[in-house]
């Protein structure tokens, strides 16, 4: 990942594992007073009063920033729903920080453009994600498959009575490939890559090792490989509550408005 305007406005300390014990050694703290543990998972983050119907309880951040204590340690910021910024200068900021964010590791780089290339590059193929696996995701495959596949045919004006199929090439990022939901997408569009497809391009993957323990990265990338090509289409459409679709959606349009650049 590109760091630099990170590195140029915030500052963080590296950490090789999740071990709390080593992090609390590694900022010198003594005291338990000088820690405030936010675990409770139930909580959202404002940067101005709100009133919400989320599930979340709204903690201010800058009552937080007046706190007494030298770490703050949060159990989770995971969901684009915890930290909620409102005010204009906090707002552009976030949003800077995510289109400037961006991944650069060349191999992994120069595998997606490879893969783009030979469905016939950008203007040919539409990217689709589906995300079918964990929690209310595997409850709702079907349901999430019949919502694609009618999204892209309403978008497809040329696909009528006459002309059934969709011409325009698919790259589907999955997390379960064998899904028999799966099935109603691929009856319905005949020209379906997924990243199984291209597993000779993936080769320079197995070089890419850890630089603390040496572990081949390959299983950890191909992952990202599926993220980045997915983005990579000339429209992009999402399974909704997904943060990896979500993602994908902000490289999509970060993509395709350096195009036009």
Excluded at 155 to 175: E, G, Q, R, V
Aim: proline residues 3%; hydrophobic residues 35%; glycine residues 4%.
């Amino acid at each position: 990942m590109d760091f630099t305007f990170l590195n140029q406005n915030i500052k963080y300390t590296y950490r090789q594992d999740f071990n709390y014990s080593h992090l609390i050694e590694s900022l010198h703290i003594k005291n338990d007073n000088e820690v405030h543990n936010i675990t409770y998972d139930r909580e959202q983050y404002c940067d101005y009063s709100l009133s919400t119907k989320n599930a979340f309880d709204c903690v201010n951040l800058v009552e937080l920033s007046k706190r007494p204590e030298k770490l703050l340690h949060f159990g989770s910021l995971f969901s684009d729903l915890k930290i909620i910024a409102k005010l204009p200068k906090n707002a552009n900021f976030q949003n800077k920080l995510r289109q400037m964010l961006l991944p650069n590791n060349p191999t992994i780089l120069s595998i997606v453009n490879n893969i783009v290339n030979k469905i016939g590059g950008t203007d040919n193929f539409i990217g689709v994600h589906a995300r079918l696996g964990d929690g209310h995701f595997s409850r709702h495959q079907d349901i999430t498959i019949q919502n694609l596949v009618e999204t892209i045919q309403n978008d497809f004006k040329n696909i009528d009575d006459y002309n059934p199929y969709l011409s325009t090439k698919i790259f589907l990022a999955t997390d379960i490939k064998n899904s028999e939901s799966l099935q109603l997408f691929f009856q319905t569009f005949p020209y379906v890559y997924i990243l199984d497809d291209f597993d000779d391009l993936l080769e320079p993957l197995k070089s890419l090792k850890n630089p603390i323990d040496g572990k081949i990265m390959y299983e950890f990338l191909v992952p990202f490989v599926d993220l980045l090509v997915v983005s990579r289409g000339k429209k992009f459409y999402r399974t909704y509550s997904s943060t990896f679709s979500k993602y994908a959606q902000l490289l999509n349009r970060i993509w395709l408005e350096n195009e036009l650049e």
